[in-house]
Structure formats: C-alpha cells, structure tokens
C-alpha cells in the first residue's frame, strides 16, 4: 500500500507541482551522518522555494510513502537498508521496518501516485567490466518504464558512462542535457561524452515531458551539471574512483557494497569535498527539478 503524505495529497489534487525524492541518497548508504541531514534539508527547501512540494519515498513499518511526514524523516535517515523497485513488495508485505527507496522504487512510486517529477544526485548505470558482472542498474529500465521525467548530475561516478547512454538510447530514454550538449559526471560537468538532446529552460524540459507522454512513451532523463564553483579535479576522481575500483577486485568485494566503499574513499581522499560537491549537486537538481514540475503543473 503506498500512503500519499497529506501535503503531497492537496498539491496532486489540486494541480500544484510536486517533486519525488528518492532516500538512499540521505541514508546512511548515501551520505555521511549530518551531511545525510543537511541534504534532504537542502533539497526540501529548493524545492518550497520554487513553490513545489516535496515527497520523500521510502518504506517504514512496512508502509510505502510517497511524502514521508516530517516527524518520521529521522528513521530514515537512519536507514541503511536499500529497497530497490524489485524490493518494494516484500519491504511491505514483511513490513521492513525502515527501507531506503533508489531511483527505481522510487520512480515506481511516483508514477503511480501522479507525481511527474524526480529528483536524485545521480542514477546508477551499466557498471565497468558488465562483460563479466552482468551489473546494470535496475534504475535505467525504471525509468524506462515509467512517465516521470528524472532530474540527475549524471549517474555514479565510477560507472561506464558510454555503456549507460548507450543502454538508455536501446530503452528509447532520451537523455536531455539542461543547458549543456554533454552527459555531465557527477562531480565533474561535462564527461566528454555528447548527449543527444538539449533544453535551455523548463518550459521546454515540461513541454518534452509532456509530450513524451501524449504519445505514450516513458521516462525522460534529465541531466544538470554540477555548479560551477563545486565541481571537482576529474584527474583526481578518476584516480580515486581506479585504486578503489582496484581493491574492492583485490577483496573480492562487488554487487551493494561498491558504493559506500567508493564513496567513502572519496571523502577521505578530497578531505570532504566530496561530500560537499554531492550536496551542491543534489540541491541544484532539485531546485531545476522545482523548476520544470512548477511549469508542468502550469500547462
Ligand atoms: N548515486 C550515488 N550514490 C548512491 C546512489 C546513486 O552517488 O548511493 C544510489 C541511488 O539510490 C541509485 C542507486 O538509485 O544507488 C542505484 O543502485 P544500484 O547500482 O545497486 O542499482
Ligand atoms: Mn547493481
């Protein structure tokens, strides 16, 4: 059962602009304790400020939210169990007591809910050496599946970029650079890899959203390059992003733990400017993700 949270509910019957966040991100899987804290902050409050309302999906008691009533945002917080679109039925019908939605769950949520806008740092992807893991993200068929237009800084950073536009292109996903003719990565801008679309202003991003869906098509990914000013040395993410890569093969480490270790060794690398690069670009997909469900709702 999905419980729409009541502010979530007025906005969505009334026509108002509302953004879905996912809560990996701000779990303990996502982001170090209080930067978790900070983020979802700073995301909810871009998004009031462009005159949407935000609603954060997860799994409590069993209960699948799409607007997660304040007073319980701590338990997830706190999660670290991640619920991925397969996952969502049994968190319920088990009643896990606190899950954290991906970009999957989360874009099933909304869909089927109404909400037609996403927000998240970054989508997971096709992963380097898929020869031999057979590792892509259940994030991309998501979205391919489902109308809700997803505002990202890319996807992962240690991901194969090109096998990822090249998997999107199969499911028919466009991928829309915002003000940009180039796939960003993540902590970086541009990737160097073009993307086949391009907007200039939310009005064009609400108005291709909306008319993939009046031909019945799915999903929409729409990528935003990091701020200026937060965006960090590629040379020296890739380094990290390799030695990691490196002694996660060594430990014979793979599948759900490969993030948090790659993070982790990110934060402790750039002393933190990893962690602050993740909130500024969360916070800006949120705010442009305001910005297109503002026009959306406006349409
Ligand atoms: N991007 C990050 N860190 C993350 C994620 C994305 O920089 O933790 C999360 C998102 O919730 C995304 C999920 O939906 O990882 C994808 O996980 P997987 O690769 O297992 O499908
Ligand atoms: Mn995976």
Redesign the pocket.
């Known amino acids: 059962m999905i419980v729409v949270g009541d502010e979530v509910r007025t906005a969505l019957s009334t026509g108002n602009a509302v953004v879905a966040l996912?809560s990996?991100?701000f779990s303990t899987?996502?982001l170090p304790s209080p930067a978790n804290a900070e983020a979802l902050q700073l995301c909810s409050t871009a998004i009031r400020n462009m005159g949407a309302v935000p609603a954060l999906t997860a799994v409590l008691d069993g209960v699948i939210y799409a607007g997660v009533p304040e007073e319980l945002q701590d338990r997830v917080l706190a999660s670290s169990v991640?619920v991925?679109a397969r996952d969502l039925a049994t968190a319920s019908s088990r009643r896990l007591p606190e899950g954290a939605?991906?970009?999957?769950s989360a874009v099933v949520i909304a869909d089927s809910v109404g909400i037609d806008v996403f927000a998240?740092?970054?989508?997971?992807g096709v992963h380097r050496e898929v020869e031999l893991t057979g590792?892509i993200?259940?994030?991309l068929d998501a979205i391919a599946r489902h109308q809700v237009l997803v505002v990202s800084a890319g996807a992962?950073?240690f991901l194969d970029l090109p096998r990822t536009l090249e998997y999107l292109e199969t499911q028919s996903v466009p991928v829309v650079g915002w003000q940009t003719d180039y796939f960003p990565a993540?902590y970086v801008r541009n990737s160097g890899l073009e993307v086949p679309h391009r907007v200039d202003d939310a009005r064009s991003a609400a108005r291709l959203h909306l008319s993939r869906k009046n031909l019945g098509q799915a999903g929409t990914l729409l990528v935003v390059p990091i701020p200026l000013g937060a965006e960090l040395d590629a040379a020296e993410i890739d380094e990290v992003i390799e030695i990691s890569l490196a002694e996660l093969r060594e430990q014979q480490i793979s599948g759900?733990r490969v993030?948090p270790y790659v993070?982790a060794k990110l934060e402790e690398i750039t002393a933190g400017e990893s962690v602050s690069a993740?909130l500024a670009l969360a916070e800006q997909n949120a705010l442009v993700a305001a910005e297109v469900a503002v026009e959306i709702a406006a349409q």
Do not use: H, M, R, Y
């Not at 939605?101 to 999957?104: K, N």
């Not at 998240?120 to 997971?124: A, F, L, N, R, Y």
């Open positions: 996912e990996t991100i899987l996502g991640k991925a939605t991906t970009v999957s998240t740092g970054g989508i997971g590792d993200s259940a994030d992962k950073a993540f759900p993030t993070l993740n």
